[in-house]
T-cell receptor, first 109, second 112 residues
């Protein structure tokens, strides 16, 4: 069962930063936070993951609070192609993921 | 080159039939998975294989049987198909645990 809570939907203006929040208040010490996204009719795509420290890659940044009970995925300059459902997942067992309902992000021109 | 490929992409079949979905990855990964995404878009893991050995088997009917002939392949056989089996099935692979998973494009199964 999913252990995360995300808003069901968000809008973002094209070119602006998209900040997607996720609550995972029951996260345990050995669990990582993963973010995936699913563009319509495609397979999920890995974005980023982290344990404690903030992480950044070519796609996004992941900000994890000090108590690790919540995190934010940041897409620095959203494009129309970033319109997708974004899933926040916590897992200690690698990729034995339980996807929740995610956040449906719509990037508006 | 497609990293994780599934065939067929679409599958329409009648109740009671037996069908298979094939999955192949050319990434040299050790671990492969099957996920099911239902009509409500919930994506749930079904099976996980590591080096051809089953390491997780979620609560799925025993009509579903994964078979891994080698590390690069994980096929899904479904016997006696039911209407409720209609869904999109995704195959995925990863190098090691906690590594990023690569997903295939999915197989949309429709049971009529």
């Amino acid at each position: 069962d999913a252990k995360t809570t995300q808003p069901p939907s968000m809008d973002c203006a094209e070119g602006r930063a998209a900040n997607l929040p996720c609550n995972h208040s029951t996260i345990s010490g050995n669990e990582y936070v993963y973010w995936y996204r699913q563009i319509h009719s495609q397979g999920p795509q890995y974005i980023i993951h982290g344990l404690k420290n903030n992480e950044t890659n070519e796609m996004a940044s992941l900000i994890i609070t000090e108590d690790r009970k919540s995190s934010t995925l940041i897409l620095p300059h959203a494009t129309l192609r970033d319109t997708a459902v974004y899933y926040c997942i916590v897992s200690s067992a690698g990729n034995q993921f339980y996807f929740g309902t995610g956040t449906s992000l719509t990037v508006i021109p | 080159d497609t990293a994780v490929s599934q065939t067929p992409k679409y599958l329409v079949t009648q109740m009671g039939n037996d069908k298979s979905i094939k999955c192949e990855q050319n990434l040299g990964h050790d671990t492969m998975y099957w996920y099911k995404q239902d009509s409500k878009k919930f994506l749930k893991i079904m099976f996980s294989y590591n080096n051809k050995e089953l390491i997780i088997n979620e609560t799925v009917p025993n009509r579903f049987s994964p078979k891994s002939p080698d590390k690069a392949h994980l096929n899904l056989h479904i016997n006696s198909l039911e209407l409720g089996d209609s869904a999109v099935y995704f195959c995925a692979s990863s190098r090691i645990q906690r590594d990023e998973a690569f997903f295939g494009q999915g197989t949309r199964l429709t049971v009529v």
